[in-house]
C-alpha cells in the first residue's frame, strides 16, 4: 500500500513537469501518458480499499485536513488517556482508603459484629 501511495506521488511530481511544459508537441504525448498512468495507479489503489480494514479516527483525518502533524494529536492524546487514568486511579485509591476506614470504625463501634 505504502509503495502504491509513493507511486501515485511520483506521477503527481512528473505531471507537475509535465504541465508545466505543455504546448510542446513532444511532451504533450507524455503527459496524457501520466495521466493515464495515474488513473491505473487510481485504480489499484480502489481494489487496494477492499484488502485493508483500517479505521482512522474522525479526529485524527480533521486534524490532518487542518494541516496539522498527526502525531502531534497521538501524543495530545495519550498523554490526556495518562492524565485520565492517574485521576481515576487517585479517585479509586481514595476510595478504597475511605472503605477500609469505614469498616475499621464500624468493627471499633459494633465490636459484635466482627466477621
Known amino acids: 500500500l505504502l ?7 511520483a506521477l503527481f511530481y512528473e505531471l507537475e513537469l509535465r504541465a508545466s ?7 504533450n504525448d507524455q503527459l496524457f501518458e501520466r495521466i ?10 480502489d481494489d ?5 480494514d483500517i479505521d482512522i479516527p474522525q479526529d485524527v483525518l480533521e486534524y490532518i485536513e487542518a494541516g496539522r502533524n ?15 487514568n ?6 479509586l485509591q481514595g476510595y478504597e482508603d475511605f472503605a477500609s476506614c469505614l469498616l475499621d470504625e464500624l ?5 459484635e459484629t466482627k466477621t
Open 107 to 111: 468493627q471499633r463501634q459494633f465490636p
Open 70 to 84: 498527526p502525531t502531534v494529536y497521538t501524543r495530545q492524546f495519550s498523554e490526556a488517556v495518562v492524565r485520565d
Open 48 to 52: 487496494l480499499q477492499k484488502a485493508v
Open 21 to 27: 511544459d505543455f504546448g510542446a508537441s513532444s511532451s
Open 3 to 9: 509503495e502504491k501511495l509513493r507511486d501515485v506521488t
Open 86 to 91: 492517574q485521576y481515576l486511579n487517585g479517585k
Open 36 to 45: 493515464n498512468d495515474l488513473v491505473s495507479k487510481y485504480a489499484e489503489l
